[in-house]
């Protein structure tokens, strides 16, 4: 009994402790805070969805339990020769088919929120290489390379002492994606080189980028925050370093960035156009 009070402590604070930074935790068993509508919903669906296929696996266990029991040959010597029951063989059928019309009515529901692009306020071009993402923001002319920052927690450390900031090791990247708060934001995923998929847990998208094709989701951010994903398809021997970030920012800050951005490859550029003329 001390043992499950201990275990049910234990989760408790760490369901608290999630809730307030975003991030996962030891033994955290639900899913991150949802950052968008979308996964709003999936949770919602997920919390609906939970409790009836918990009660038909319980169910299942009693049935299969008391028939192990009842009709064992110990209790059934003699056995029954009855082959059909018209009052069984139709709960079974129409039981199950009334429970999964129950389900799949909120799921279609999810499933036509999550992929309808509604009117869209920006665009972001998400193309995967092996194994770094390349962004490009269509609206706005810009165009860049986010690559990991460091793969081993001394390398973290290590830049963590040069900059005076927190680095996450495996998740942050040096470029991340910039958008504004309560926006709607179409991405259209593509690849270089082989499948990739761009994937963002607190978002609830994933969506493959395929060679040759380009396939879009939308989402929109609710709150301010730094929030991570990963490459969610098997790219070859760098799969597991191809994270990427998301930074939601206010509106004024996000024209803040762009003009800087904007800027910076205006500056770039006189740069090599100056190295072309020398050489």
């Not at 001390?2 to 760490?14: E, N, P, Q, R, Y």
């Not at 639900?30 to 979308?38: C, E, G, K, S, V």
């Not at 009117?119 to 923001?137: L, R, V």
């Not at 793969?151 to 504004?180: A, H, M, N, W």
Request: proline letters at 5%; charged letters at 20%.
């Amino acid at each position: 009994m001390k043992k499950v009070l201990f275990f049910l402590t234990c989760m408790s604070i760490s369901l608290g402790v999630t809730l307030a930074d975003g991030g996962p935790k030891p033994w955290q068993m639900d899913f991150r805070p949802a950052a968008t509508p979308t996964m709003e919903k999936v949770v919602a669906f997920h919390n609906f969805v939970n409790p009836i296929i918990i009660a038909i696996a319980l169910f299942v266990i009693a049935l299969m339990i008391y028939i192990s029991i009842r009709f064992s040959e110990k209790n059934n010597p003699k056995p029954s020769k009855t082959t059909h029951n018209t009052f069984l063989e139709i709960a079974w059928t129409v039981i199950p088919a009334l429970i999964l019309i129950v389900i799949s009515i909120p799921a279609f529901k999810l499933l036509y929120f999550s992929h309808h692009n509604p009117n869209t306020e920006m665009t972001i071009k998400a193309i995967g290489n092996q194994w770094y993402w390349s962004y490009e923001y269509p609206d706005h002319g810009i165009a860049f390379d986010s690559n990991m920052s460091c793969g081993t927690q001394e390398e973290c450390d290590e830049l963590s002492k040069e900059t005076g900031k927190k680095y996450v090791r495996l998740l942050d990247v040096d470029e991340p994606i910039v958008v504004p708060v309560n926006k709607k934001i179409k991405v259209i995923a593509t690849a270089s080189d082989v499948i990739h998929s761009f994937s963002v847990s607190a978002f609830g998208i994933k969506i493959d980028g395929v060679p040759g094709r380009a396939q879009d989701t939308w989402f929109e951010v609710l709150n301010e925050g730094l929030y991570y994903g990963q490459c969610s398809e098997l790219c070859g021997m760098l799969h597991g370093f191809m994270p990427i970030a998301v930074k939601a920012v206010s509106e004024s800050e996000f024209e803040d960035w762009v003009q800087n951005k904007k800027a910076a490859a205006n500056k770039d550029s006189e740069i090599k156009k100056v190295e072309i003329i020398n050489n």
